[in-house]
């Protein structure tokens, strides 16, 4: 596990609860390294982070790593291992315990989160029928922000990640017993919101299955690979999800263009156009979209997806028009068969 992972499946909260730590409805903790009196310590759970903002402190800022190796009085790589070993047991399958909160508790950033960080780690203990798929498609478990569902990740599941993801859909009642899973023998990919937490699940089948390719969850929402920065100014909207990951392989292309996949030739939602309508605005003046912006559709070269760009492109067009000023170019590239 790298130390990128064991950042993202760690949370500060799972740290803190490690260490019967417990913040304030704040967000705040008496903090460990100086004698305070008052609550100095501030938890960012979004962010995964903490600052003690006491002048007479010297910790600083930090992550879960920092916390780990300041409480522990640990070096780096002490606090690396420990934080390697706590990562390993927030993922699936866990024990049933009477600590774990009740389902209605589990929201749905948190059990999709939790759920795609054990479909991630999943990938390191993959099939040659996984690993051919993704090699076919230029697609890396290193590199690639990729997971994969065999369906088994429930079996060993508490009743209360059971009922959660039962919730949010990723699993299902079976009419004949036991449940019918989100999915299955799947590349997984994460959806997310703008401020970049994972809110739904898309999966794409590894099995030569012409008829069930394509998994959205219920109630589809968020974007991959996320809301386009705003500092950019050359955005690549892609025709499927799978094509925008490998482009995100590509160096030349992450470094110089934001990306952003459509989901399919029939389905650039309102929560896209919403996206790059806040990534074109120029956040000076309202009402106006930054000068030299260029929008490029990476789509197939059959029918449906030179006609989905002629509609998408018609679509952006006037929506841009309507603003006083701006300019906003378009670039048809075809892409191979999805």
């Given at each position: 596990m790298t130390i990128e992972e064991i950042k993202s499946f760690l949370t500060i909260g799972r740290v803190l609860e490690h260490y019967n730590l417990k913040p304030d409805k704040n967000n705040r903790l008496?903090?460990?390294?100086?004698?305070?009196?008052s609550p100095s310590l501030q938890i960012y759970a979004k962010t995964n982070s903490w600052t003690c903002f006491s002048t007479n402190c010297t910790a600083g800022s930090g992550d879960?790593?920092?916390?780990?190796?300041?409480?522990?009085?640990?070096?780096?790589?002490?606090?690396?291992?420990?934080?390697?070993?706590?990562?390993?047991?927030?993922?699936l399958p866990q024990p049933v315990t009477n600590t774990l909160p009740p389902a209605n508790i589990m929201g749905r950033v948190d059990i999709l989160t939790r759920v795609y960080a054990y479909f991630r780690q999943a990938t390191q203990g993959n099939t040659k029928q996984f690993r051919d798929y993704i090699s076919s498609r230029g697609l890396s478990t290193e590199k690639s922000d990729i997971g994969y569902n065999s369906g088994q990740f429930h079996h060993r599941g508490n009743k209360h990640l059971i009922e959660s993801c039962l919730k949010v859909g990723i699993l299902n009642p079976n009419p004949n017993g036991g449940y019918l899973v989100f999915a299955k023998h799947c590349v997984i990919f994460p959806l997310k919101n703008k401020h970049g937490e994972i809110v739904s699940l898309y999966g794409r089948s590894i099995l030569d299955n012409k008829n069930s390719k394509h998994y959205y969850l219920r109630d589809t929402q968020g974007l991959y690979p996320g809301y386009p920065p705003p500092q950019t100014r050359k955005l690549i909207i892609g025709e499927a999800i799978i094509d925008t990951a490998t482009l995100l392989l590509i160096d030349e292309i992450k470094s110089n263009y934001a990306l952003l996949s459509a989901y399919g030739t029939n389905r650039l939602k309102d929560e896209h156009i919403e996206a790059i309508k806040e990534w074109a605005a120029d956040p000076s003046l309202t009402?106006?979209?930054?000068?030299?912006?260029?929008?490029?559709?990476?789509?197939?070269?059959?029918?449906?997806?030179?006609?989905?760009?002629?509609?998408?492109?018609?679509?952006?067009?006037?929506?841009?028009?309507?603003?006083?000023?701006?300019?906003?170019?378009?670039?048809?590239?075809?892409?191979?068969?999805?």
């Open positions: 008496l903090c460990h390294w100086h004698n305070d009196r879960v790593i920092d916390f780990i190796m300041k409480f522990e009085n640990f070096s780096k790589y002490q606090a690396i291992l420990k934080a390697k070993t706590l990562a390993s047991e927030t993922l009402g106006r979209v930054r000068e030299g912006l260029e929008i490029i559709f990476f789509f197939d070269g059959d029918d449906a997806g030179i006609f989905a760009v002629k509609k998408y492109a018609e679509q952006l067009n006037q929506l841009f028009n309507s603003l006083p000023e701006g300019a906003v170019s378009y670039t048809h590239l075809r892409a191979h068969e999805t």
